[in-house]
């Protein structure tokens, strides 16, 4: 038995109102020029010990040419001899140096710390961070070595949002 085939026959378009054919009602952007809004999110605060605090935040600046670049940031804080006012001590700032670390740290500004990396931040980084206290009177081996154990921690913050 043989089947015959309809051809489906489009309709004709109604007629356009003078509203849909106004050229202002019609935008068009440019899509190869990128855009790029810097912005900083804390994510964390806690204290590593008595009378300091360590915040922790994800900044998102920019390139000149509009490519995100993304950081973790530490600030740790002494807390003043008289009132309940902070005093900041130190500013460390991690740049992911990998493409995969960049995405961890806009996961993470995205969704939060997850267990894994608050363990991090908490019993890694913040130690590091606070032994930075007395960075300007270090010696510069410690220093270093210091630096070293801050960034291996803020690596992993960025690895573990994955």
Known sequence: MATKKTQLKPKPAAA???????AADIKVVDTTTKTCKPFIIQVMVFNPKSGFKIEVQVEKSCTPQADPIWKLVFDLYKKQQSGSDFDQLVHVSYTGGTPVEQRGLEATAAKGINDQQADVLINRAGPAVLALENSKTMPE????QTKTQVKSAAKDVANFAL
């Open 16 to 22: 356009a109102s003078p509203a849909a054919t106004n």
């Open 141 to 144: 081996k410690e220093l270093e």
